[in-house]
C-alpha cells in the first residue's frame, strides 16, 4: 500500500501532468485508469475524503472522456500504410464492409471520411448484420500536415494512447468498491460530502476551479 501510494502514484501522477498539459486526452484516460487501480486494495476504515475523491475521480475521468468500445483503445487502432492498395484505409473497409454482405457499388468516394479520418472528429462504425451488431476495425488515414501559427508543419491526427484502458479492471475496481462506498457516503455529513464530491468533480471534468456547495442526498424512493 505504502509503495502503491507514495513512488506508483508519483511516477504516474507525472505522467498525468505532461499528458493534461499537452490535452492529450487518451492518454490521460489510461493513466486515470491505473491512478484508480492503485486503489484496489483499499478497505472501509481507510475511506477517507482525500482517499475515495482520488479513487472515484479518476474513474469518472476515464468515464467521461474514453468511449467505452467505441475503438478507442490502442490495440483497436489500424493506421494506414505506405501501400497504396493494401494500406489505403478507404479500400480495407470497402472489403471489410464487403466481407459482411455489404452492397458497396453506391458507396460514393469520400463518403467513408468521417470513419476513417486522422482527426478526433472520426466516428464508429457498427454493423447490423443478422441479429449481431459488429463494430469495423477502427482504421486511420495517413495524417495531413499543416502549418501553425509560426509557419511550424504539425500533424493533424488523433494522439494515440500509449496502452489499452483497463476497461474490465475498471469496472471490477468499481464494483469490489461499490458498497463500501455507499457505506462510507450515507454516513458523511453534509461538508465533507460537499468537499469530496467537489474534488472529485474537478479530477472528472478537467476543471480544477469547478465550485459546488450544497450537495443534499436524496431519500430512497
Known amino acids: 500500500f505504502e509503495f502503491l501510494h507514495s513512488m506508483a502514484f508519483s511516477i504516474l501522477d507525472g505522467y498525468r501532468l505532461e499528458a493534461e498539459k499537452d ?4 492518454t490521460s484516460c489510461v493513466i ?24 472515484v475521480g ?10 467505452f468500445g467505441l475503438g ?9 500504410g505506405e501501400d497504396e492498395i493494401s494500406g489505403n484505409a478507404e479500400q480495407r473497409l470497402i472489403r471489410f464492409l464487403q466481407s459482411r454482405g455489404v452492397d458497396t457499388s453506391r458507396i460514393a ?22 441479429r449481431d451488431v459488429i463494430r469495423a476495425p477502427t482504421l486511420i488515414r495517413k495524417p495531413t500536415t499543416e502549418e501553425d501559427e509560426d509557419g511550424n508543419n504539425e500533424e493533424n491526427i488523433e494522439k494515440i494512447p500509449p496502452v489499452d484502458v483497463p476497461e474490465s479492471r475498471l469496472f471490477t475496481l468499481l464494483q469490489k468498491q461499490r458498497r ?7 454516513q458523511l455529513a453534509n461538508d465533507p460530502l460537499d468537499e469530496v464530491l467537489q474534488n472529485l468533480l474537478r479530477v472528472a471534468l ?4 469547478f465550485e459546488y456547495q450544497g450537495w443534499r442526498r436524496v431519500a430512497p424512493g
Open 23 to 26: 490535452s492529450d486526452i487518451p
Open 32 to 55: 486515470h485508469s491505473y491512478l484508480a487501480l492503485l486503489w484496489t486494495s483499499l478497505r472501509p476504515a481507510e475511506m477517507s475524503v482525500e482517499n475515495v475523491a482520488a479513487m
Open 58 to 67: 479518476s474513474i469518472a475521468y476515464v468515464r467521461n472522456w474514453h468511449g
Open 72 to 80: 478507442q483503445n490502442r490495440s483497436d487502432f489500424v493506421l494506414e
Open 109 to 130: 468516394k469520400g463518403s467513408l471520411d468521417q470513419y476513417i479520418s486522422s482527426s478526433n472528429k472520426r466516428r464508429p462504425l457498427f454493423l447490423h448484420v443478422g
Open 180 to 186: 463500501s462506498l455507499v457505506q462510507w457516503f450515507e
Open 206 to 209: 478537467r476543471s480544477p476551479d
